[in-house]
């Protein structure tokens, strides 16, 4: 009973008029830490960090954009009949998925610019990606949202009634998937820093491309499970979208390491202008 969670409410500070959101301070403290990391892990493998600071801004350009279009698309009926909540993302509402394909086009796109190699890029993202999903999630819990079907476990949330779902308003306790979700995401984020630097110990036996494939399938196959306890899962017909993308995502991880490790390609090394 000690364990259960209350959300304390979104708003983190009030200075007059204006009111500082827990959901945008997670946000933003996952994206700084999420470059510091990806920089650091830059200089590791001898990439300019300067190129990967820039690549990171051309990603949050792409991702912010990509996670609020994906969610009001699926979402459609609900802000078809509000549309000045379409631009609302401080109330919450983007997804993960939306936001993953907004980033891999933009960096696409500036790696096509800049002429540099895409994969090796994008492997020194993807850990400092997941930790920010890891830090992000929490601000579902401040905005009582994203939560599980009702549950009697002693780490139970409570959410208040208003944010409840109908068939369930006389429920107070349910499951704290947000909770779930952060720490499955920390346990993928030290298993791509353990690959990270098990590689650096041992050259040319980490392939360029390895981190970002486990991703796909380490995140997929947690958000799988994690998605099939929620009650506001983005829907096709009786499909959870969610669910759908993880599979194909856990698919092409899966293709991508096989493609590496037992056909034997390997994808382009680190950008030749950025070598010691």
């Known amino acids: ?41 830059a200089q590791k493998r001898g990439v300019d960090p300067d190129l990967v600071g820039d690549l990171v801004i051309w990603i949050i350009i792409g991702a912010i954009p990509g996670a609020r279009i994906y969610y009001v698309a699926f979402e459609w009926e609900n802000y078809a ?26 960096a696409l796109l500036f790696t096509t610019w800049k002429k540099v190699s895409f994969w090796p890029l994008i492997d ?40 409840r779902p109908p068939e369930w308003v006389n429920f107070e306790y349910f499951h704290p998937t947000f909770l779930y979700e952060s720490l ?3 346990g993928v984020f030290a298993l791509l820093i ?15 491309g390895t981190l970002i494939f486990t991703y796909f399938i380490a995140y997929s196959l947690g958000r799988f499970w994690i998605e099939g306890l929620r009650t506001d899962s983005l829907m096709f017909g009786p499909l959870r979208i969610a669910q759908i993308i993880s599979l194909v995502q856990i ?25 010691g």
């Open 81 to 106: 009949q509000r549309p000045a909540e379409i631009l609302a993302i401080w109330h919450g509402g983007i997804a993960i998925h939306g936001a993953i394909l907004g980033g891999l086009t933009a």
């Open 1 to 41: 009973m000690f364990l259960a969670f209350q959300s304390p409410g979104p708003i983190m500070l009030e200075l007059g008029p204006i009111a500082i959101r827990w959901y945008g301070f997670l946000i933003a403290c996952g994206v700084v830490l999420g470059v510091t990391l990806a920089q650091w892990l």
């Open 194 to 208: 353990g690959l990270f630097f098990w590689g650096l110990q041992r050259p040319g036996r980490l392939k360029v």
């Open 124 to 163: 020194l993202i993807a850990p400092g990606l997941i930790l920010g999903q890891a830090i992000g999630r929490w601000g579902n819990f401040f905005n009582s949202e994203a939560f599980g079907r009702p549950t009697d476990l002693p780490w139970k949330l409570f959410i208040p009634r208003p944010s």
């Open 251 to 275: 698919g092409l991880g899966s293709l991508g390491l096989w493609w590496l490790y037992v056909w034997g390609r390997s994808l382009p090394d680190v950008p030749s202008q950025d070598r």
């Open 184 to 186: 499955w995401n920390l």
